[in-house]
Structure formats: structure tokens, C-alpha cells
């Protein structure tokens, strides 16, 4: 008996619903590449944006589970949970980065994640504005565009290339939702080589070594959907280092990770553990 | 009598130079490509990275330069000043953001200024990982890709979208060559959003709005070799806050700069300015 449902999967069912999982991103690619640029903005409830691009993309990810796949769960960034008890549960955001997409940043990207049974089975961060697609799952590996990548790929012999780079959310995030600015503060005088990059960018960029390590800060799920899977496939450290209700849905859970190349996100880890142990400054 | 140099050009002689500076940004772009990921690493004695690719970029601009320009002074980030006397004086950062580079970031970029007499006439910013490349200057306006774009073009109705975005510099940049980091946390405070980007793409990204402002922090001269000139170009605020001896090379100056929306750029260089005022906290 295993207990990891994932072992259940054989090696071509789990490379099966890659393939469906990549399927997925080229339809919320073409919602919305569809909106040409033509799309409203909105500031949503907690003053995060929301785009008809935002919105098109995850009615057309849904039409293609409700169709295929009317069993599985789906749990999205705009229109919420549905099948909550199927054991496949897709997670997707379909623009991370909503603010960056709107201003003609090309860093966002959509988030998409399959999960078994609570278990991170795969996910796909699809950068349509970079041309990055990250793919990768249990027991798959990660590739980018096809070509096979891990978290160690950006070093020389092994060595880290200059100084040690951490991606870290900006310190809003840390601050809107909690009292937490101090962790910002504390990562950036232990490295002070970070880069403040949005989610899905700081994902990808850990995920194939252009950063060493990063923190996502106080995040609802679906910013993290694919990334554990992603980081079991990329060879990468991945941390939970705090778990706490949203405070303005006690349902909604926020998570803070760390993740990355495994000895320097373990320091990392460590780092952020004692700044939340001393509090504030 | 005028007292700007530039105004002794025609329209059609400052069209000429820009379509030489995008010729010689295809000249760098060839260089590095040439070196198809097969680059070497080293660290310089201030402990920025050089490659291979950098020098290649460098000594192809310079070739072109002495062949048709012999009287023009070139000015780069790896080979030095020549012919310090011309009226005309290019400044090449062959690849801003060689740590980017070296780690497969998409960010890095080329960077070309032509100077006239000491006034910024023109630049270009080429991302050849992204795909853009900006190029605009005195009465040229600013382009990328060819289309025209201003500090302004991400806004809706006039208005920034969502909360204002300011770049910054890593918190070393503010350590690295003096004591400063209490400007890079007073920044941070006053705009949580802010993101931290390697000069160039910072530079970019304000130019074209998708950052509001952004601030520069003791840089040598070959980093800001084309951003004068297009945020001119742009219809941005460019502000020096600070000019300062290298502490390694006092013959070098280090710049500090804000640069961005006006208004917005306005009220940063009065954060910055505060803070420097106020010292180390």
C-alpha cells in the first residue's frame, strides 16, 4: 500500500494529463491574446485588479473541464470552486500578474496546477509575454519550452553566477494583509542582492536557477498552484513557513513559502523564520 | 545664438544619427548571439561580472565606429574612454545587466547614448530577450519596436493603474559604494509597491509607463548613456539627486537619478531627497 495517491498514476497517465494541462494554457493563451489589448480593469474587493482578459480566460479553462472532465474540481482566482469533492482538482489563475498585464509588463503569466487528492500532482506557468513555458510534474521533471530544466541550470560548475539573488514580493506584500514588513526588511539586509518581482515571475525564475531562492508571501492558493509540483519536478526546495486565514474570508487560507536551490532556500527559510520569531522591529 | 548644441542639427541629420545608433544596436545584438550561450564568467575588480559576449558587443561597436566615425569619442563600460575630444561622443553599455545575462533572465539589455557636446542627443535600449527595442531622442520622440510610446502610454484615462509602481535598484545598489540603504527602506515605506529591476529594464519600463518612476543610484555614466536623452524623448522628469566620486576610481563619477511620470518623479526625488538629507536611520 502507498499512501501517495500520486503513485496510483502510471508514468503515461501522469504524462497524459501534462499534455491536457498544456492544452489548457493554450486556451487561456488565446482568450487572451483575443482581447487584443481591448480589455477593461477593474479594482476588485480587495483592491487587487481584475480584466475581462482575466475573466474570458477562466470561462473558456471551465467550458473545456465541463466538458471533458465533468468529475474534476476546479478551484479559480474569479469564479471560485466548483466539484469540490472530485479527487482531480485543477487550480488555476489564468493572469497572475494582473496589474503587470495591464500595464504592458510582459512577466505575468497564467498559473495553472492539477492536484490528486490533496496532493500537488503537475502544473504549467505559461509567460505568453516572454515566451517561457514552464511544464512539469510528479515524476516528469520540469522542461521549458520542451527542453528539460531544473533549479541548478543558471550556476557555473555548480557555483552560484555572482552574488546570491532571492526573489521576494514587494513589501506590500507583506504589509497588506498582516503587520509583516519586517520580513521584507530582514530578507533584504541578509541578501541584499533581491529582486521584487511579481508571483508566477519569481516561480519561474527560481524554478530554472535565474534566481537562487524566493519568498511568496500571504498568497491564496491559486497563486500557488503550480508550484510545488513544479519544484518536486525542478529538483527545488519547497517551504511552508506560515499558514493564516485570510482576514477578509476566514475560509480563505494565505500561504507564505520559500523555495528554491535546496541549501540556499534552506537558509533562506531559516532567515525568514527568525524574523517572524522576533517580530516587528 | 542658441546654447543648445542639439538645435544646430536638423531634423533629418538627428533621424540620421538615430538610424546609425539602431544599427549599431543590431551590431551588439549580432555580437552576443554569436556567442550562443557558449560565453565565459568573470568578476571585475569591483565585483560586477564581465563576459565574453560583453567584450565581443563592445569591440564590434567599436570597429564600426573607427571605420565610419573616426572623429567621434566612444565611451564604454568595458574598454574605456577614446578620443575624449570629438563633439560627438557615444556611450555603450555593450550588456546592462550581465548577471541577468549570465543567468538567462530576459531583462538585460544593450544600451547606446550619442552625446553632443555634452547633451544627450539620442538613445537606444535594445532587449534582445524581450524583444524591445526603444530608440528615440531630441525632437525624434520615443519608439519601440518602431511604435510610438511615452511615459504615459499604460495609464487608463490619465490614471495609473492600480497602485503606483516605482523601480528600484537591489538594496546593494545602495551599500555597494557608500552607506545609503536607508533610501532604499525609505523608498520602500513610502511606495510599498515597488518593484526592484536591473538598470536597464527599470529604465524601459518607466519610459513606457508600466512604471510610474524609477530611481538610479550611483551608476558611472555608461549606465545612463541613452536615458536622458529618451526620457526627453518621452515626456518623463529626469531628475539628478546625487553626483559623487567612485570610492574606488575618484576620476569616475557615480550619478543618482529619478526618473518617471513627472509628477510622480517629482514627489520620489523628494522622498529620496529626505532621506538623504535625513542620513542613516
Sequence with gaps: MNADPREHLTAEERQHWLSVAVRLADVCADAISNTAGQFEVEAKADASLVTSADIAAEEAFREVIAAEFPSHGVLGE?????????????????????AEFARGMP??????GLWLAGRPLLGVID???????????YGLG?????????????????ETVGEVR?????????????????????????????????????HSCALVGALDAAVEWAVPIWDLGALEALCEAAGAAYHCVQRAPHPLDPALELYSVVFGRPAIADELAAVVARSLDSGSP
Tied chains: 1, 2.
Design 166 to 202: 532571492i526573489g521576494l514580493p514587494s513589501r506590500a506584500g507583506f504589509t497588506r494583509r498582516g503587520d509583516q514588513g519586517h520580513v521584507f526588511d530582514a530578507v533584504n539586509r541578509a541578501y541584499p542582492e533581491c529582486r521584487t518581482f511579481h508571483t508566477c515571475f519569481s
Design 107 to 112: 512577466t505575468y503569466g497564467t498559473i495553472i
Design 142 to 158: 520540469l522542461n521549458r519550452n520542451g527542453i528539460p530544466v531544473g533549479c541548478e541550470d543558471q550556476t557555473v560548475g555548480g
Design 78 to 98: 474569479e469564479k471560485g470552486l466548483t466539484n469540490p469533492d472530485g479527487d482531480f482538482r485543477w487550480i488555476v489563475d489564468p493572469i497572475d500578474g494582473t
Design 127 to 137: 509567460h505568453q509575454g516572454l515566451g517561457w513555458r514552464l511544464a512539469g510534474g
